[in-house]
């Protein structure tokens, strides 16, 4: 069966698990979506990469790229290979040499790593039929209901933010403060002002 490419759409918070987050994934030749509940730590993680933001110590996700690029280890595709349950079952697909290996791995880190070797993620057929959702420009502020597994929260509609009085200089230097602070969420936050005024970081 052929392989699907998937992007990463972007995170939200769960409405019905405290403390944990949909990632959203979306097909890359089509308009079906994905979204899979993580957890927190792992949510921090993609954020950062999403945002480009560098920590200033290197997380879990980090340490593993720079351990396997010690020992010349690549990591070419992940593959999100079958959902069970409602719980998806992902694989790194690792080169070293001409050697090929196949890891297993929670989906979130298999993203999270992804994303830090810019290698694609693929998924099957089968497994986007039974778990992709399709949403109209008018549902994605609604919170949609994926059939047999746990409801994400999509992005809903940009409101007004708390950074709106703050000068580019202030906001610069507060998002300095955030990632020494490794505030990653409120670094985010900043960072999209920043973005939003057209501005560069």
Known sequence: MGKIKLNVLGLSYSQTQTGAYALVLSEENGDR???????GVEAQ???IQLEELEPPRPLTHDLFKSFAEAFAVNVVEVNIYR??????????????GLSRIRIDSRTSDAVAIALRFRCPIFTTEE??????????????AEDPM???QTDPEVPKPEKRSQFTEY????????LDDAVRD??????SLIRDEIDRRGESV
């Open 33 to 39: 979506r994905i979204p899979i509940i993580i957890g």
């Open 182 to 187: 490794e505030d990653y969420e409120r670094a």
């Open 146 to 148: 994926v059939a047999g």
């Open 167 to 174: 000068s580019i200089a202030q906001l610069r230097g507060m």
């Open 83 to 96: 959902l069970e349950e409602g719980i998806f079952y992902s694989e790194l697909i690792c080169e070293k």
């Open 127 to 140: 497994i986007i039929e039974k778990a992709g959702i399709v949403l109209s420009l008018e549902r994605e």
């Open 45 to 47: 993680s993609i954020a």
